[in-house]
């Protein structure tokens, strides 16, 4: 069992920058691969980055290639999203997932989440 809890989003001005983070429970955090991925209001849930379990690959949606960067610690079981160059449709509810094997873009193979944190970006 892996508990995920977000952190680090809030209001930003366009152009801006945040850093997610996802803290990760037990022991085996360096087991599972890692997801970011967002949901905006009367939007589907849309991938955003993905992370291997070594950190050794790292996988990006198009809209994030280039702004966003994913990384992560296992010696603090944590996964960040490094955020630059902020849109005001970045503006979303970000979820970190766990899951277990390679990274993916596709959700329903994700078996930890998180409950969220806000993303909210002003033009």
């Known amino acids: 069992q892996v508990q995920l809890v977000e952190s680090g989003g809030g209001l930003v001005q366009a152009g801006g920058s945040l850093r997610l983070s996802c803290a990760a429970s037990g022991r085996t955090f360096s087991s599972y691969a890692m997801g970011w991925f967002r949901q905006a209001p009367g939007k589907e849930r849309e991938f955003v980055a993905s992370?291997?379990?070594?950190?050794?690959?790292?996988y990006y949606a198009d809209s994030a290639k280039g702004r966003f960067t994913i990384s992560r610690d296992n010696a603090k079981n944590t996964v960040y999203l490094q955020m630059n160059s902020l849109k005001p449709e970045d503006t979303a509810l970000y979820y970190c997932?766990?899951?277990?094997?390679?990274?993916?873009?596709?959700?329903?193979?994700?078996?930890?989440w998180g409950q969220g944190t806000q993303v909210t970006v002003s033009s």
């Open positions: 997932a766990a899951r277990n094997g390679g990274y993916s873009d596709y959700a329903p193979t994700y078996n930890y």
């Open positions: 992370i291997s379990r070594s950190a050794g690959s790292t």
